[in-house]
């Protein structure tokens, strides 16, 4: 099958690989139909996370067609429709019982910090991905989701992870009627996380950035004020000047380490003095008002980033931060896509072969083109 | 204020999927435990509490193999665990180049052979 495969920071190829096959007696084969490149596939394909191999296959974003299912697979049959969780859950262990299927216990042998994920590196259990016209999927009975007859598969692609994503980094939040939400970052994570806010009952939401065509598209599609932040002296000032000098009530890191915005971050980020650049959760705990609540979504790599630690002691905040736990979202945002209360599927900005997948990460990367979203389509499909 | 008319919607915590974020222990419906299980049927070998489907879609190899068996065999609580498969990641790029062009891995090398005594000579002149 073609897939794509990492070679180096920068540089992803397409390459013939053998096609996957059921190894265990709990897998399924999909054949995928869309399968779209995720701001997290950015910081593999810029060599941030540690052990991404040469020939690693990324793509955890996925919705396909079942062609083949294991032994022991009850649920899902050939020609099932369905989208993929990017955990990789068994649905048994201490954590999947409890409903947190990204710490499954079962599903990475690497580490004991996070669970499986398709196509994200061996840190994640060395699972290959979705950019590829076939996925094998592990667990297929407590993963993937099947895809109702009335929804088509673009509607609901981003049920695998940036539309939980962005509302659990608002449920974390625990936001209450009227408060302040500010948003840091207007990809498509951040997009979400401003959607649900509103959701959740937020007053106002303020999203923040750099890039002009995100912050104008983030003003249509979640209906915020934005705030450039290269247009402003000092942001964290201007968050507090906008709330009455308190600050916002709840800030949401949707950046993580690849952030802009501050030198002395980015040098020590890419010195490997500490994991990629973190001054956009310094700035949340710095903008959110006094015991209000930080919420962190964005990726971090170990071993270790400067946050002033001291700061969220001395303001009594909160501070929560989750991979998602895709899985028991679905059913629910499911609802909100079918009544029209959230058009996932708006954000698509770009469909490409995945021939043109290396293409796509460039453009994304280098935000060109006014690049919200790319979605490739490794077996035909709507171009 | 938004005009969105799905504001609030979601107000409610008893409303939203994940709260509390740990649930009182239940099995997903359908989940068992199947980890123990081959797909032909043959037993896990003693001991063997993952089967070899868990990981190592790219199983490691040459150098970079070897340091990243050195960070594995360090707990993750240590930072040269994390240095190590960053350093090992560079290398297993450098190999990879220098599999798929082993010509091109020669003249570097002897470019890099050249230049350092070069560089030697010249110092040595001075």
Same mark, same amino acid.
């Given at each position: 099958?073609?897939?794509?495969?990492?070679?180096?920071?920068?540089?992803?190829?397409?390459?013939?690989?053998?096609?996957?096959?059921?190894?265990?007696?709990?897998?399924?084969?999909?054949?995928?139909?869309?399968?779209?490149?995720?701001?997290?596939?950015?910081?593999?394909?810029?060599?941030?996370?540690?052990?991404?191999?040469?020939?690693?296959?990324?793509?955890?974003?996925?919705?396909?067609?079942?062609?083949?299912?294991?032994?022991?697979?009850?649920?899902?049959?050939?020609?099932?429709?369905?989208?993929?969780?990017?955990?990789?859950?068994?649905?048994?262990?201490?954590?999947?019982?409890?409903?947190?299927?990204?710490?499954?216990?079962?599903?990475?042998?690497?580490?004991?910090?996070?669970?499986?994920?398709?196509?994200?590196?061996?840190?994640?259990?060395?699972?290959?991905?979705?950019?590829?016209?076939?996925?094998?999927?592990?667990?297929?009975?407590?993963?993937?989701?099947?895809?109702?007859?009335?929804?088509?598969?673009?509607?609901?692609?981003?049920?695998?992870?940036?539309?939980?994503?962005?509302?659990?980094?608002?449920?974390?939040?625990?936001?209450?009627?009227?408060?302040?939400?500010?948003?840091?970052?207007?990809? !498509?994570?951040? &997009?979400?996380?401003?959607?649900? #806010?509103?959701?959740? %009952?937020?007053?106002?939401?303020? +999203?923040?950035? @750099? *890039?002009?065509?995100?912050?104008?598209?983030?003003?249509?599609?979640?209906?915020?004020?934005?705030?450039?932040?290269?247009?402003?002296?000092?942001?964290?000032?201007?968050?507090?000047?906008?709330?009455?000098?308190?600050?916002?009530?709840?800030?949401?890191?949707?950046?993580?380490?690849?952030?802009?915005?501050?030198?002395?971050?980015?040098?020590?980020?890419?010195?490997?003095?500490?994991?990629?650049?973190?001054?956009?959760?310094?700035?949340?705990?710095?903008?959110?008002?006094?015991?209000?609540?930080?919420?962190?979504?964005?990726?971090?790599?170990? !071993?270790?980033? &400067?946050?002033?630690?001291?700061? #969220?002691?001395?303001? %009594?905040?909160?501070?929560?931060? +989750?991979?998602? @736990? *895709?899985?028991?979202?679905?059913?629910?945002?499911?609802?909100?896509?079918?009544?029209?209360?959230?058009?996932?599927?708006?954000?698509?900005?770009?469909?490409?072969?995945?021939?043109?997948?290396?293409?796509?990460?460039?453009?994304?990367?280098?935000?060109?083109?006014?690049?919200?979203?790319?979605?490739?389509?490794?077996?035909?499909?709507?171009? | 204020?938004?005009?969105?008319?799905?504001?609030?919607?979601?107000?409610?915590?008893?409303?939203?999927?994940?709260?509390?974020?740990?649930?009182?222990?239940?099995?997903?419906?359908?989940?068992?435990?199947?980890?123990?299980?081959?797909?032909?049927?043959?037993?896990?070998?003693?001991?063997?509490?993952?089967?070899?489907?868990?990981?190592?879609?790219?199983?490691?190899?040459?150098?970079?193999?070897?340091?990243?068996?050195?960070?594995?065999?360090?707990?993750?609580?240590?930072?040269?665990?994390?240095?190590?498969?960053?350093?090992?990641?560079?290398?297993?790029?450098?190999?990879?180049?220098?599999?798929?062009?082993?010509?091109?891995?020669?003249?570097?090398?002897?470019?890099?052979?050249?230049?350092?005594?070069?560089?030697?000579?010249?110092?040595?002149?001075?």
């Amino acid at each position: 099958m073609k897939a794509l495969a990492y070679q180096g920071p920068k540089h992803v190829e397409i390459v013939t690989k053998p096609d996957p096959r059921i190894e265990h007696a709990g897998d399924a084969i999909v054949r995928v139909t869309r399968a779209a490149i995720c701001g997290s596939d950015l910081h593999l394909y810029h060599g941030l996370v540690p052990d991404t191999r040469v020939g690693h296959t990324f793509g955890h974003e996925v919705t396909g067609v079942v062609q083949e299912v294991g032994r022991a697979v009850t649920t899902l049959r050939p020609g099932d429709r369905v989208v993929v969780p990017f955990n990789i859950s068994c649905g048994s262990c201490f954590y999947c019982e409890r409903g947190l299927t990204a710490n499954c216990d079962r599903t990475n042998p690497n580490s004991q910090i996070v669970g499986g994920v398709y196509g994200y590196s061996h840190l994640t259990g060395g699972y290959d991905g979705g950019q590829a016209e076939y996925l094998r999927v592990p667990f297929a009975d407590s993963g993937p989701f099947k895809i109702p007859d009335d929804m088509d598969d673009e509607s609901v692609l981003f049920l695998s992870d940036i539309l939980p994503t962005g509302y659990q980094a608002a449920e974390m939040g625990e936001i209450k009627p009227n408060e302040t939400v500010a948003v840091f970052g207007c990809g !498509p994570v951040g &997009l979400f996380a401003a959607k649900s #806010a509103w959701l959740m %009952g937020a007053g106002r939401v303020i +999203a923040i950035d @750099s *890039v002009d065509y995100r912050l104008q598209f983030a003003r249509r599609f979640a209906e915020v004020e934005t705030v450039d932040y290269a247009q402003v002296d000092d942001v964290v000032a201007h968050l507090r000047e906008m709330t009455d000098g308190r600050g916002p009530d709840v800030c949401i890191d949707a950046v993580g380490l690849e952030a802009s915005g501050s030198l002395m971050h980015r040098a020590l980020g890419v010195t490997m003095l500490q994991a990629g650049a973190a001054n956009v959760l310094q700035w949340a705990i710095g903008a959110v008002r006094k015991a209000g609540n930080v919420s962190i979504i964005g990726v971090y790599g170990p !071993p270790w980033n &400067l946050i002033p630690i001291g700061v #969220a002691m001395n303001k %009594g905040l909160t501070l929560r931060g +989750a991979q998602c @736990s *895709v899985r028991r979202y679905m059913p629910h945002l499911l609802e909100h896509i079918r009544a029209g209360r959230i058009d996932a599927r708006a954000i698509i900005s770009h469909r490409l072969p995945l021939d043109d997948a290396p293409k796509g990460y460039h453009m994304f990367a280098n935000k060109q083109d006014d690049c919200i979203k790319c979605v490739l389509l490794p077996n035909g499909g709507l171009a | 204020m938004s005009p969105d008319p799905a504001r609030g919607i979601d107000q409610d915590p008893a409303r939203r999927p994940g709260v509390p974020a740990e649930k009182p222990p239940h099995s997903q419906p359908h989940a068992r435990n199947v980890a123990q299980m081959r797909q032909d049927g043959r037993p896990t070998g003693v001991g063997e509490t993952r089967t070899p489907v868990f990981g190592t879609a790219q199983p490691p190899r040459g150098l970079s193999g070897r340091l990243r068996a050195a960070a594995y065999a360090i707990p993750e609580h240590y930072a040269r665990h994390w240095m190590l498969l960053i350093l090992a990641d560079r290398v297993d790029v450098l190999e990879s180049r220098v599999r798929r062009r082993p010509g091109m891995a020669v003249v570097a090398g002897a470019g890099a052979l050249l230049g350092t005594l070069a560089l030697a000579r010249a110092l040595g002149r001075r």
